[in-house]
């Protein structure tokens, strides 16, 4: 079973902020901070290994793996009635 987490930051890709995540982060149960680089929580989510959500108005809303147009896999949020993108809207992950 896939162990749960919630996104509380990104690291937008220097290349396009406004449409790019290079990583996700959280914080622990114990109050540690977690990041995985974007092709390392496709990977997790992919295999099931883990589940990542963002809270919006209290309530959790999945990310998913999704692929443009070219097949280039990328992180998202479930379709909602939020713009932008809710993982976009996240606060910068800290260095």
């Known amino acids: 079973m896939a162990s749960r987490h919630r996104v509380s930051c990104i ?3 220097g290349h396009d902020p406004d449409n790019c995540i290079d990583g ?3 914080l622990n149960d114990n109050g540690t901070r977690w990041y995985l680089k974007e092709d390392e929580a496709i990977a997790g ?4 290994k883990w589940e990542f959500y963002v809270k919006v ?6 990310v998913i793996v999704a692929k443009t ?8 949020t479930v379709a909602d009635d ?6 976009l809207r996240l606060p910068k992950c800290p260095d």
């Open 45 to 48: 989510i992919e295999s099931r």
């Open 11 to 13: 690291k937008p890709d």
């Open 82 to 87: 939020y713009k932008p993108n809710n993982l």
């Open 57 to 62: 108005n209290d309530r959790e809303v999945d």
């Open 24 to 26: 996700i982060g959280g």
């Open 69 to 76: 147009s070219t097949g280039k896999k990328y992180l998202k």
